[in-house]
Each structure stands twice: as C-alpha cells, then as structure tokens.
C-alpha cells in the first residue's frame, strides 16, 4: 500500500489549505487519518476517517478541520481553515484496513511520506 500526500505548503496565519492522500489499494473496510509533528514535538493525530464516512478530530482543530473521503478517487482530503502558526509542521497520511482505527499513531501501518505545511 501506498500513501502520496499533496497540497501543504506556505500560508499566512487565517489562511487554508487541503491536503490530499490518495491511498493506491482498495480495502472494504479502511481507517485513514492525518497526523502532524511539529518541530521539535512529538506527532499527533489530526483527523481521522473510515468507510462509513465516522470522523474524529483533535480537540483543537474542530470546527476549523474537515476530513473527506472521495472513493472513487481513493483519496482522502484534509480542509484545514483559520490555520494558526503552531499548526506548522509535517502533515502525514496513514491507512489502516479493518475496523476504525481512530487517532493513535500506533493503530496505523501504513505511512505516507508527508507534505510540509507552514503556517506564519
């Protein structure tokens, strides 16, 4: 399996951006979350979602974050709106197949490479 994240990059602090996993095997049941680690912190997870479209978010992005799953595509997105500086950092996609996995890095087996988004 192979996660290709896109879409970080460079905003001003209130500004967006989505980000883009697309995941290259199907699975019937799947969990895909978004995790980010700033620098010089430890990784956390962000959002999460599964087949039947259950999300999860970290307490401090809700109502600014929206994870989204386009099946077709086998990609899931992350819209991330009134971005903060302390949201700077590598965001990275993981998959899971079976039940929900939810926000733990350690549920997850399954690891895209990254896409940096900066924040200023």
């Known amino acids: 399996v192979q996660l290709v994240e896109s879409g970080g990059g460079s905003v001003q602090s209130g500004g967006s951006l989505r980000l883009s996993c697309v995941v290259s095997?199907?699975?019937?049941?799947?969990?895909v979350a978004w995790f980010r680690q700033a620098p010089g912190k430890e990784r956390e997870g962000v959002a999460a979602i599964d087949v039947d479209g259950r999300t999860e978010y970290l307490n401090s992005v809700k109502g600014r974050f929206t994870i989204s799953h386009d099946a077709e595509k086998n990609t899931v997105y992350l819209q991330m709106n009134s971005l903060k500086p302390e949201e700077t950092g590598l965001y990275t996609c993981?998959?899971?197949?079976?039940?929900?996995?939810?926000?733990?890095?350690?549920?997850?087996?399954?690891w895209g490479q990254g896409t940096q988004v900066t924040v200023s």
């Open positions: 993981a998959a899971e197949p079976g039940s929900y996995s939810g926000l733990r890095e350690i549920d997850y087996g399954y």
């Open positions: 095997h199907h699975y019937t049941r799947w969990t």
